[in-house]
């Protein structure tokens, strides 16, 4: 096995995404229980830079870095719901990676449907943000754009 080189940025720096890229597959709207919906995907990081990007931050993993909006066909935001855990911080921060090649993982949001009817579509923006201390510095990735369906 060889080891990979590793790309540190310096606590206050702004993160290189430059050669990273995101994609979102599978998603789509589930009925979790009567009147409960919940927003699936899976996530593909992928980091062609040839090293791992590691960065300083107070949150575990990148689901805690993705930014989902959702709008609906008047183009008004569809609620989301908290997601178990969402908001808390560690102590201090600790050295996150984005790995070099490409990692899937699987997403899950609760969203309020509201006054959504079976068949509406749904439009899904998908965004990972490499925090940063001064939004400024702040660097993102984004997905493609995509529709779902209300099921």
């Known amino acids: ?10 606590s206050g720096g702004a993160v290189d995404l ?18 409960e919906y919940a927003l699936k995907f899976d ?12 960065f ?17 066909q008047e183009d ?3 609620i989301l719901g908290k997601r178990p855990m969402e908001g808390l911080t560690l102590t201090q921060p600790k050295p996150l990676r ?17 006054s959504l009817k079976k068949g509406d579509p ?6 990972l943000h490499a925090p940063s201390r001064y939004d400024e ?4 990735v984004e997905a493609p754009l995509l529709q779902v369906l209300l099921p």
């Open 1 to 10: 096995m060889t080891n990979v080189p590793v790309i540190d940025t310096p």
């Open 43 to 54: 996530y593909t990081v992928s980091n062609v830079a040839g090293a791992d990007i590691r």
């Open 76 to 78: 008004q935001a569809v």
């Open 137 to 140: 510095l702040r660097t993102s």
């Open 98 to 114: 984005i790995r070099n090649g490409e990692a899937t993982r699987r997403y899950k949001v609760p969203i309020i449907v509201g």
């Open 18 to 35: 430059s050669k990273v890229s995101m994609t979102v597959s599978n998603a789509h709207i589930a009925k979790t229980a009567e009147n």
């Open 122 to 127: 749904i439009s899904v923006r998908v965004r």
């Open 56 to 72: 300083l931050c107070l949150y575990n993993n990148t689901d805690d870095l993705i930014q989902v909006n959702l709008t609906d």
